[in-house]
């Protein structure tokens, strides 16, 4: 089903008229006409159905069924990705599939072998660039949640601050690692404590060559724990799709 964003504010209204960015991609994109059905959703777990009426130049008006109006929690445990940022079309990929894999927040960052520095301003234009392919990635997957794509930190920003979360993952080469399931089975109580505020969980993934000793010595003397998702060296975003599809498949409601 085609699907368009609309405000928090029009999911509870019976006639909504789509802003005009949304309207262009339902009418010129889509080439949807009047009687399909499309479905709606705000980005924060509101979700519905609604029949398109009239179409004007780049307007579109249409009225909601208010028998479909679903309204999806968060999950029990929020997955932030902190991932090295690699080469701009390998980080657009990565946006995009952690958004279909469930991560709520996306933080990129920069390590000590990350090759691509970006200035202050062009920082801002890949965020906002980002933000827009996890939006368009959430209306093709047909999730109720966009993901949040923050500022670009350092690491040791980062690790100063990894006490936000509850666990923290990370994907490492080092001979410590173990193996991902052995891990999750340890934690599984701080996982999946009694019914609360969200587990908020950490997957770090590195760069090319994987963080140095002295990062990941940092990030386990914050309270991280290593893993290794296989006996195979991944590349960067083979490791971050398949830590989130474990993750997925671990947590999933």
Known sequence: MMRCLIDVGQWSAEEIELAPDEAHHLLK?????????????????????????????????LRLK????????????????????PKHTLMDSII????????????PTITERVIVRLSASAQAQRRERWQKI????TRQCGRAWIPTVLPVRSLPEITADLARYDVCLVASLQAE????????????????HPVGAPTRLALVIGPEGDLTTEETRKLQAAGAHLVRFSTAVLRVETAAFYGLSLLDYEIAD
């Open 29 to 61: 994109v889509l080439r949807a006409r009047p009687g399909e059905r499309v479905g709606l959703f705000t980005g924060h777990g509101h979700t519905a159905e609604a029949t398109l009426e009239t179409i004007r130049p780049k307007r579109a008006r």
């Open 66 to 85: 208010p028998e479909t109006r679903r309204k999806t929690l968060p999950p029990v445990v929020a997955v932030t990705l902190i991932q090295a940022t």
């Open 96 to 107: 995009q599939k952690a958004t279909e894999l469930g991560a709520q927040t996306i933080q």
């Open 134 to 137: 996890a939006l368009e990635a």
């Open 177 to 192: 690692a173990q193996m991902f399931r052995e891990v999750i089975d340890r934690l599984r109580p701080k996982i999946y």
